[in-house]
């Protein structure tokens, strides 16, 4: 196992390897970069993510916003492609998002 700790976009744009897991688990105090959930960084991920590999986000819900933005975040993955779930929120203000890669 190769465990990678680096400036996430940067990383995400400078590698070709590919990838079992990917954790994304990014935060400014209570707040989320807006890069996570816009559309080039999630193509970026998916090509980085290998056959059956899976993509677990650790993300913050404070409100309803929040919730809406996880929502939207999970359907900007081809169902045809990922498979998606939110397994359970880690407690009151973290949610999962757990995306697998069906080949």
Sequence with gaps: MEIIIDDAFEFV???NNKY???VIDV???TKMP???FETFFI???CVLLNPN???LFNTMILNEK???INLDYIKNFDVNKY???KPHLIDETNELILIESKF
């Design 27 to 29: 935060f400014q105090d």
């Design 66 to 68: 929040q919730k809406q």
């Design 83 to 85: 498979n998606s779930r």
């Design 13 to 15: 744009l400078k590698t």
């Design 20 to 22: 079992d897991l990917i």
């Design 53 to 55: 590999g899976f993509i």
């Design 34 to 36: 807006n890069f996570l």
């Design 43 to 45: 193509e970026r991920i």
